[in-house]
C-alpha cells in the first residue's frame, strides 16, 4: 500500500493558471490537491462547470461555497459602514473578497487535514499578500505555497505548452488582453493597453456601465431608506443588502455611473494604472455619508474620516484579521448606531448626485441654520466666539510681526505697518521670487 500523500487546499477560479496550479502541486510537490471555489458574485459560465475543470485537472476533491450571503452581512456591511475608499479613491474590489475566501481555505485544510494552502497569484500583486497574511493570522500553522511564483513558466504560450503536456485542457479562443476581478463589489481591470497611463481607456473593458454619453436621455431618482447604517429598502419596496447591490448595480451602471480610472500605489510598492466598473458600490457609499452628514456630530464625524482612511488601508494591505481593523470595526460600528434615515439620488449620463436627505436623527436645525426672519442663533455669541478661537494664532502674528517676517499677512514690499528690521530682513518671499525669475526669461 502506497503512503498517503500530504494534502494541499488551493484557491481555485477555473482559469488557465489555477488549473496549472493543480497538476504542478501534483508533479512537483507530490501532493494531493483539495481545489476550493468560491462565489463572491462573480461573472463565470457556471461553477458546476468549473468544478469539473478543477476535477479533470487532478484534484482529489472540488469544494464550491456560495459565499455572498456572509460576504454582504459580514464584509460589505462593515465596508459600507468605513465609507471604504483606498487612497479616497477605490472601494475595495478584490480585497474585500479575499479574507473570505482564505477563511473557507482554512476551515477546507481543517476538514481535510491538509497540512498546506496554495493560491495562484503572482509575485507582483497585492493578492498574495492578502491570501497569506489572512491565513497566516486564522492559523499560523499553516503552510502556503506559491506556484506561479515558483514555476519557470514566464509567458501565457509556455504555460498552456505545459498544460497541454501533461493533459490539462486549455481554452482554445483568444485570451483578453485585460486581466479581470470581479465580485458583488464591482469589477476590477487592468494590463493590454491599460499599462500606458496617458492611454484612454478602451471601450470593451466595461461590461457593467454603459458610456455615459450614451446613457438615457431622461435622469433617475431612487431613494435608499437605511437602517443602523445598512441599506434595506429601495423606493419604498424592502430588499435584502445583497438585492440591493445587484439593482443598484443595475440602475446606477444603465446610468453610466461607478467607473474609475486611477494609479493606484501597491503594497509591493509598485505604481499600477487601474480601472474600475463599481456603480452599486460607489451609489451606497455616495448615499452613506450623505446621511452621515445630517445625523453624525462635528467631532464624530471629523475623527471618523481619519478612521475610514486607516479601516481602508488594513484591508488593501491584507489586514482583515488584524487587531487594529478589528478595533476600528469597534469605532465604526458604534456611529453606526443612530444612522437611520432616507437619502435620494438623482443618476444622469454618468453622475450620481445626492438631491435629498432626511433623518429622524437628523441634527440639522432648521431655526439655527437659516438666515430669515426665524433666525434662532446668538449672533452676539460669535464676537467672544472668535476672539478665543483666534487667540493662538493672534499671538503667533504679533511674535511675527515683532521679528519682522516678511510674510504676505504683512506689506513687506512697502515696508508699511509694524514691520521693523529684524533677522528675517534680506529674506525674500516666494512671490517676488517667481517674478524675478519671469522677468530673466522675458
Known amino acids: 500500500m502506497a503512503d498517503q500523500k500530504d494534502k494541499v487546499v488551493l484557491a481555485y477560479s477555473g482559469g488557465l493558471d489555477t488549473s496549472c496550479c493543480i497538476k504542478w ?22 461553477l458546476e462547470k468549473i468544478k469539473q475543470q478543477a476535477l479533470q485537472s487532478g484534484a482529489l476533491e472540488c469544494i464550491v ?52 494552502i496554495a493560491h495562484g497569484c503572482t509575485g507582483k500583486g497585492n493578492d498574495q499578500v492578502r491570501f497569506e497574511a489572512s491565513i497566516t493570522m486564522l492559523d499560523p500553522d499553516l503552510e502556503i505555497l506559491s506556484p506561479v511564483r515558483e514555476w519557470d513558466l514566464k509567458t501565457r504560450p509556455e504555460e498552456m505548452e505545459w498544460a497541454q503536456q501533461h493533459g490539462i485542457e ?27 497611463p496617458w492611454a484612454e481607456p478602451p471601450a470593451d473593458i466595461y461590461a457593467m456601465t454603459a458610456d455615459p454619453a450614451e446613457a438615457p436621455d431622461e435622469p433617475q431618482y431612487v431613494e435608499i431608506e437605511f437602517m443602523r447604517g445598512l441599506p434595506y429598502m429601495l423606493d419604498g419596496n424592502q430588499k435584502s443588502f445583497l438585492g440591493i447591490i445587484y439593482a443598484l448595480n443595475e440602475i446606477a451602471g444603465k446610468h453610466g455611473y461607478g467607473r474609475i480610472d486611477m494609479i493606484e500605489n501597491r503594497l509591493v510598492g509598485v505604481k499600477s494604472r487601474e480601472c474600475y466598473e463599481v456603480p452599486g458600490a460607489l451609489s451606497l457609499i455616495q448615499a452613506h455619508k450623505a446621511l452621515e452628514d445630517l445625523v453624525l456630530e462635528r467631532e464624530v464625524l471629523h475623527f471618523k474620516l481619519g478612521m475610514e482612511q486607516a479601516w481602508a488601508k488594513c484591508v488593501y494591505n491584507g ?31 454618468g453622475s ?19 438666515y430669515d426672519a426665524d433666525d434662532v442663533f446668538d449672533h452676539e455669541a460669535a464676537k467672544g ?3 478665543l478661537n483666534t487667540l493662538s494664532a493672534k499671538t503667533w502674528a504679533s511674535n511675527r510681526r515683532k521679528e519682522g517676517a516678511p510674510a504676505e499677512l504683512f506689506d513687506a514690499e512697502k515696508q508699511e505697518g509694524p514691520l521693523t528690521k529684524g533677522k528675517y530682513e534680506h529674506a525674500t518671499s516666494i512671490w517676488k521670487q517667481v517674478v524675478a525669475a519671469e522677468a530673466e526669461l522675458a
Open 319 to 349: 489586514q482583515w484579521f488584524s487587531p487594529l481593523k478589528e478595533a476600528i470595526d469597534a469605532f465604526l460600528l458604534n456611529t453606526q448606531r443612530c444612522l437611520c434615515g432616507t437619502v435620494r439620488l438623482k443618476f444622469y449620463k
Open 385 to 387: 466666539f472668535i476672539q
Open 65 to 116: 461555497v456560495d459565499m455572498r450571503q456572509t460576504f454582504v452581512q459580514e464584509y460589505l456591511s462593515k465596508a459600507l459602514a468605513a465609507n471604504a475608499m483606498y487612497e479616497n479613491k477605490y472601494p475595495l474590489v478584490s480585497a474585500l473578497s479575499r479574507p473570505l475566501i482564505s477563511k473557507h481555505l482554512v476551515d477546507a485544510a481543517h476538514a481535510f487535514g491538509a497540512k498546506y
Open 25 to 46: 502541486l501534483q508533479v512537483e510537490k507530490d501532493l494531493d490537491v483539495i481545489a476550493v471555489v468560491g462565489d463572491v458574485g462573480q461573472e463565470h459560465e457556471g
Open 352 to 370: 450620481c448626485t445626492v438631491v435629498g436627505r432626511r433623518s429622524s436623527y437628523s441634527l440639522y436645525d432648521y431655526a439655527l441654520a437659516t
Open 170 to 196: 486549455v481554452p482554445t479562443t483568444k485570451k483578453s488582453p485585460y486581466s479581470i476581478d470581479d465580485n458583488l463589489w464591482g469589477r476590477a481591470i487592468e494590463c493590454g493597453v491599460l499599462e500606458d
